[in-house]
């Protein structure tokens, strides 16, 4: 493995921002702080070997294992869920004590080709997956080990690390639908931190609300010659997607939404009229009333498209069919909810400008139960997120990881 070193330095605390300068100078968060100083060189390795292991949606189970052996290593309690989650802790922790969850997602959109795929040039790592959600999990396995040398806090609560699976594309938040269902672990649980890669000036405390949909137009299908005229699903798909943009295009809202069809097949040859066709819709707003106009304008652009094929054909029918794949909630924190109050004040210290956002990521599940829970961005910096051409840089990434781990404390601090 090549040798990497990060850009470190003392940060200014700016703040004076009472109870805060009292934790800043407490000794496990001096000496957390140590840690992330000392072993930045060791952040950077883990966050290589990390992406080098593929973990698509649905795949994650090699990344979850090496997980797995590195909370372990740490000397913590790991285990693996039925979901295919890695969930950590100290082993000392009591058993009824009151937990923070600070969760990362294990999966990618993209995988690399190979291990060389993933590598760290001109000061920055570049491959599939090393922002999003390489930063997150990077720091997840930093604040891991920082707690397991020494604890964060000597109160009643404990954090809880959590490397989760499903939260990409299709996988439909499922790592953390298992996470929060009604169980002994959950009633625990008192905040949930999500971290989802690399930017520290986004606050995402609502949840925009995400419906997918499978899309399909079916019919006899024939000869592109001999049987001209004959009802086409891939020229009613097509309809389909024209009239729903032409027709959202014409309506405005109040509430911001947006729709994409982002994939569409079907057919064989070039010759031949298609038995079947079929595209994936995603419709997305934080608003529940505009988000269900979206699916009705769906539904009704599938009819209209349906009835102007077969009008058209001169022989065999089409016919239109909608399946919901996927139902991300929604949800909003109250302005005055703790974790909010506390990100606020911890970022004043640092002289952070955040801001808070709308965003569809796996804090929207305990968001939609009314948990507090906020998804923030673990330092450094990135972009290309879901390319071939992902990048991340570490420069100021302990920035991230000293903002995590005040707020964390604040978070154990509130348990009492």
Known sequence: MPVISSKTGDFPFPGGSGPLDTLVASEPVREAFRFFDRHARWIDEQHLALCRIP??????????????????????????????????????????????????????????SSPAQIEFARSRFHGPGVADNGAGLAALLALARAHAERPLSAGAATPLFVANVGEEGEGNLSG???????????????????????????????????????????????????????????????????????????????????????????????????SSARAKADLRSADPLTLDGLVAGLAAAAEAAEAAENRLATAGRVTASIRETGSRPGGRLSETASILNHIRTVDQHLGIRSWSDCASTDANVPLSLGLEAISIGAGGRGGGAHTPGEWYSPENRILGLRRITLLLCLLLADQG
């Open 55 to 112: 973990a698509p949606t649905f795949n994650e189970r090699a990344r979850a294992e090496w997980f797995l052996d590195q909370f372990s290593s740490f000397g913590l309690s790991a285990r693996l869920d039925r979901a295919g989650n890695v969930i950590a802790h100290r082993a000392d922790a009591p058993r009824s004590a009151p937990l923070v969850a600070l969760t990362a997602h294990l999966d990618t959109v993209l995988s690399p």
């Open 176 to 274: 953390m639908r298992f996470l929060c269902r009604p169980s002994p672990l959950l009633n625990r649980i008192r905040a949930f931190i999500v971290l989802d890669g690399p930017s520290v000036e986004h606050v995402t405390s609502e949840a925009l609300a995400c419906r997918r949909f499978d899309v399909f137009m079916s019919g006899p299908g024939g000869h592109s010659w001999a049987d001209h005229g004959t009802a086409n699903p891939v020229h009613a798909l097509s309809r389909l997607i024209t009239t729903f943009i032409d027709t959202r295009s014409a309506v405005r809202t109040a509430e911001r939404c947006s729709y994409n069809f982002g994939v569409i097949d079907g057919g064989s040859t070039v010759n031949a009229i298609p």
